[in-house]
């Protein structure tokens, strides 16, 4: 089957689920919506079982960090239907100070480990995971790395500093 | 360590016994902790623990320019990194809208298909090591070398190639690279076939393989696994064929599938995947004799660095040298999700732009990362040594596990 055009695939969304789904763009010809976290799993099970669309694969679950914003913490979803080779990327954003969101994993097993790193790196907590640990750090560290207040070097260190030039 | 499931159930009365198998274990080649608790030699659960060798490639990414985030992704898939490099420049040139020339694209087609070779040749062999047949490596080893031999004379590097630039290849191929190309393609079916009479027949082999470790086309679909494991389990998806990139769509080649998911058909998929990669690297040797021989990158002065002698004697090329180090290009702002056919599976680039000389953000979707999650889960209820197998089948390269 041919790829679903961006319109359809609007007008599907919108018929089902009306002003809680907004788009975003189409970088790329890949259609990018955004929606809230009450509406996330009713969106991905829409997606993930309507006849027509069937985005049955999920490929990557990850997150962003835009500091500035009112919402700064985003979780990206990005589904592929097999059947009809069109991919779909799906954003939520949260609020620095309540970053829950129910999680994926009673639609895909695979949905687990993807949101364990991005638990690891972005502190996001998936509401419902069943072993919301840490993946890629150690258990015991506090920050969450990928976050852009978090300095990729430590700034207090003094072993690379050079006398004549420093850093 | 908190939360851990399985330290917190060590009671001395059970019958049960608790098997650190790695972090540095023979058997596992490479850094993946897995605590298995045995009731003799059945593994009754198992928790796998990773991010040993986890060197925070992304958040690396967000402080440098494009082009030297070419070298991290050598890191990733450390057995095939010139698919990781191709996978990296196309995903720029995707953001870029660089069109790069046929010539360019099967110099990669080439390049990319050898290390597809080189990942399988290390995959199968290793499966015969583990199983016990030590012959079949050593045998396929030599060839692994002349394929190394080839990126030496493309690259000057053999394991952490970082083929390529963005628009194309830093230099072209020379001639002893196409000799050494030719030689391989001469001699390597040659043992590739020696390889499966081998094993393919070879009672103790499929008794040890077959029905080991079978996965149904939806448990691997809901666990998103790509690539040969994908595929083994019966669903014909790989990336060339259904989104081509660098001109896939020019070449003629099958996909194999397997019929159950388990350790033999993941084995005659690979097997079966190194003769489709032969046939495309052949056709695109013919291909490439069609096409102008001194052609090796874009023309896209902004993002290609000019040869050197050019930055000394000439004012254009100084000038955009000087602009790509400093990165005082502009770039659009947008993102970007461009995946090829890894060897193991569909990695991904998501790259978001801010416009600047360095990614906003960059994630990697490794399949080695999504692929290995089902492994503690489907090892409940099997035997030890068929878990080693099963590991060794699954290929997860530690580098990309954790990136």
Redesign the interface.
């Known amino acids: 089957m041919a790829k679903i055009p961006n319109e359809e695939l609007i007008k599907a969304i919108a018929d089902k689920f009306d002003t809680s789904v907004t788009v975003v763009g189409e ?2 010809e ?1 259609l ?1 919506v955004e929606t809230g976290r009450e509406t996330i799993i009713d969106l991905l099970t829409f997606l993930k079982t309507d006849p027509a669309l069937k985005f ?5 679950i ?1 997150g ?2 835009y500091p500035e914003q009112e919402k700064p913490i985003g979780v ?1 979803y ?1 589904l592929h239907s ?1 059947t009809t ?1 069109t ?1 779909i ?1 799906i954003k939520v954003f949260l609020a620095d100070a309540d970053v829950h969101i129910p999680t994926a994993t009673a639609l ?3 949905a ?3 949101e364990r ?1 991005t638990y690891d ?1 972005f502190g996001v907590l998936f509401d419902g995971h069943p ?1 919301l ?8 560290m506090t920050a969450f ?2 976050r852009k207040e ?1 300095p ?1 070097e430590d700034p207090n260190r003094v072993d690379k500093k050079d006398f004549y030039f420093g850093r | ?5 399985v330290y917190t159930d060590n009671d001395p009365q059970s019958e049960l016994s608790t098997l650190n198998l790695g972090p540095t274990h023979p058997a596992t080649h490479g850094v993946f902790q897995n605590v298995l608790q045995l009731d003799g030699e059945r593994i009754v659960s198992g928790v796998s623990t ?2 040993y060798i ?1 060197r ?1 490639f ?3 990414a ?2 440098r320019p494009f082009y030297q985030i070419t070298p991290l992704t050598d890191r990733l898939n450390y057995c095939s990194s010139p698919i990781n490099n191709m996978g990296w420049h196309m995903t720029v040139e ?1 953001l870029l809208n660089i069109q790069t020339p046929k010539r360019v694209d099967y110099l990669r087609v080439i390049v990319m298909e050898l290390a597809r070779i080189a990942d399988h040749i290390i995959c199968n062999g290793v499966l015969g090591v583990d199983t016990g047949a030590f012959t079949g490596f050593l045998y396929m080893m030599e060839h692994r070398e002349a394929i190394y031999e080839i990126y030496e004379e493309v690259c000057g590097s053999r394991l952490t190639t970082n083929i390529g630039r963005i628009g194309g290849f830093e230099r072209n191929f020379n001639s002893r690279a196409f000799d050494k190309l030719r030689a391989f393609l001469k001699n390597f079916p040659k043992t590739l076939k020696e390889f499966e009479s081998l094993f393919n027949r070879n009672r103790i082999f499929v008794d040890r393989t077959r029905d080991v470790a079978a996965v149904s086309a939806e ?1 691997a ?5 790509t690539g040969p494991l994908l595929r083994a389990a019966g ?1 014909d ?1 790989d990336v060339r064929a ?2 081509p990139y660098s001109s896939y769509e020019d070449f003629e080649f099958e996909v194999p599938v397997g019929d159950n998911g388990d350790v033999y058909s993941r084995f005659l998929v690979r097997n079966e995947e190194m003769w489709q990669s032969l046939r495309i690297i052949e056709q695109a040797l013919a291909k490439l004799d069609k096409e102008p021989s001194d052609i090796f990158h874009a023309d896209v002065p902004e993002f290609y660095l000019p040869p050197k002698e050019e930055v000394y004697n000439n004012m254009e090329a100084l000038i955009y040298h000087f602009k790509i180090v400093m990165g005082e290009i502009p770039t659009p702002k ?4 461009h ?1 090829v056919e890894g060897a193991n599976g ?1 990695l ?1 680039f ?1 790259l ?1 732009n801010d416009g600047g000389r360095s990614p ?2 960059l ?1 990697f ?1 490794r399949p080695s ?2 692929n290995y ?2 492994y503690a ?1 489907m090892s409940r209820g099997m035997l030890l040594s068929d878990a080693i197998i099963n590991m060794s089948s699954l290929n997860v390269i530690a580098g990309e596990l ?2």
């Open positions: 970088p790329y890949l990018t049955i694969f999920l490929t990557d990850t962003i960090h990206i990005h097999l080779n991919r990327r895909w097993d695979g687990n480990w993807m790193e790196l072993d640990r840490r993946i890629l750090n150690v258990d015991d790395p990928m978090f990729l | 360590m908190q939360n851990h499931p990773i991010g986890h925070a992304e958040k690396i967000e402080h995707k448990t679909l809901s666990y998103s696994w669903v998806y259904m989104n947008t993102e970007v999700y995946s569909e991904g998501y978001v906003y953000r994630h979707r990362f999504i999650q089902m889960p954790d990136a």
